[in-house]
C-alpha cells in the first residue's frame, strides 16, 4: 500500500477525535424539586416558570463556528404515520393551502384549513437556549441552518402560517405569521425527520472560539413535552470535522470490515494449505470418437 493511501478506517477515527463536544442533559434537572413526580403536569402548565439555568465546562479549545444542537431520545420521528402526517404541495404553493390530505388529526383548526398541516409541523420542538461566558452574552447565529434545497424549493416564499397552534391541543413552537415558510429555518430543520430514536438537530451557531476551562452558562426555557413519553433532552456544543460532527461509526464500519476481509482471507489461505485441492498429473482423455 503506498504511503499516501493510508487506511481509511484510522483516517475516519482521527478526524473524529479532533472534533471537541460538550452536551447536557437537562429534562430532569430543570425540573422543580416539587414537581419531579408530576413532570407531566409541570410542562402542561403554561403559568410554570420554565426556565432554568445550566453550566457547560468547555473540555478543550473550541475553534468557531461552535455548532449549537439539541437532542432528543425516544423520539420516533420514523413513524410511518407520523412522518406521512404532511402535505409537501402545501408547504410550497400558496393555492395549495386547503390540501390539507394526509394531515389528520392536525388539519383544520376552527373550520379553517392549518398551514403548516400535519403531525411533523404540529410537534415543532420549542425549547430555547441563550449562552453567555461570564459577563460576556454569545450571540447566536440562526441564519443558514437549513438546507438550500429546503429554502429555494421545498418552501414557499409566498406560504404563511394560517392557524398553527390554535387548535385545542398545542404540540410544540409556534410560527411567525407574518414570516413566509421559506424563513423559517427551525421549522426547516425539525420537519426533516430523523431515521433513529436518537437524533441531533441543529439549532445555530456561536462564532466565536471557547478556550479549555471556560465555563458557559446555559439560560434554557424547558418547553418542550419530552415527559409525557419519556423521552430524553440534552443541548450539545460540537466543533465539526472534514466528516461533521463527532462519530466513530464510520471509522468502526471501516475496522470491522477490514477485521473482516482479513480473517476470511486468513481462513481461506489455511484451508488452501491444510486440505489442497487434488490436480491430476496427467489430463484424462474423453472416449475416442469414430
Not at 416558570?49 to 468547555?58: F, G, Y
Not at 473540555?59 to 463556528?65: E, H, Q, Y
Not at 432528543?72 to 408547504?91: G, K, T
Not at 418552501?155 to 385545542?168: A, E
Request: glycine share 8%; with cysteine; proline share 6%.
Amino acid at each position: 500500500m503506498k504511503k499516501r493511501n493510508k487506511p481509511r478506517c484510522l483516517g475516519c477515527t482521527a478526524i473524529s477525535n479532533k472534533v471537541v463536544e460538550v452536551s447536557d442533559r437537562y429534562e430532569t434537572a430543570c425540573l422543580p424539586e416539587n414537581m419531579h413526580n408530576n413532570p407531566v403536569a409541570y410542562i402542561q402548565n403554561p403559568s410554570q416558570d420554565k426556565s432554568c439555568t445550566r453550566v457547560l465546562k468547555v473540555p478543550k479549545d473550541m475553534k468557531k463556528p461552535i455548532y449549537i444542537y439539541y437532542q432528543l431520545d425516544r423520539f420516533y420521528q420514523n413513524h410511518r404515520w407520523y412522518a406521512r402526517s404532511r402535505n409537501i404541495r402545501q408547504l410550497k404553493d400558496p393555492k395549495s393551502a386547503k390540501d390539507t390530505r394526509r394531515c389528520k388529526p392536525e388539519a383544520t383548526a376552527n373550520g379553517s384549513p392549518v398551514v403548516p398541516c400535519g403531525l411533523v409541523a404540529w410537534s415543532l420542538f420549542n425549547d430555547t437556549y441563550s449562552f453567555a461566558r461570564g459577563n460576556e452574552t454569545l450571540a447566536v447565529n440562526k441564519r443558514g441552518i437549513s438546507w438550500r434545497s429546503e429554502r429555494d424549493h421545498l418552501f414557499g416564499r409566498h406560504v404563511y402560517p394560517r392557524n398553527f397552534q390554535s387548535g385545542g391541543l398545542i404540540g410544540g413552537g409556534a410560527l411567525d405569521p407574518s414570516k413566509p415558510l421559506s424563513e423559517q429555518e427551525d421549522l426547516m430543520v425539525w420537519m426533516r425527520t430523523a431515521a433513529l430514536p436518537t437524533f441531533r438537530k441543529l439549532y445555530g451557531r456561536i462564532e466565536v472560539d471557547l478556550r479549555a476551562g471556560e465555563v458557559v452558562t446555559v439560560a434554557v426555557q424547558n418547553r418542550y413535552n419530552t415527559y409525557s413519553f419519556g423521552g430524553r433532552k440534552a443541548v450539545v456544543l460540537s466543533t465539526a470535522g472534514a466528516l461533521g460532527g463527532r462519530s466513530s461509526f464510520l471509522g468502526r464500519a471501516y475496522l470491522a470490515g477490514g477485521a473482516a476481509c482479513l480473517g476470511l482471507a486468513l481462513l481461506l489461505t489455511l484451508l488452501g494449505l491444510l486440505v489442497p485441492t487434488p490436480v491430476d498429473e496427467e489430463p484424462r482423455l474423453g472416449p475416442a470418437r469414430r
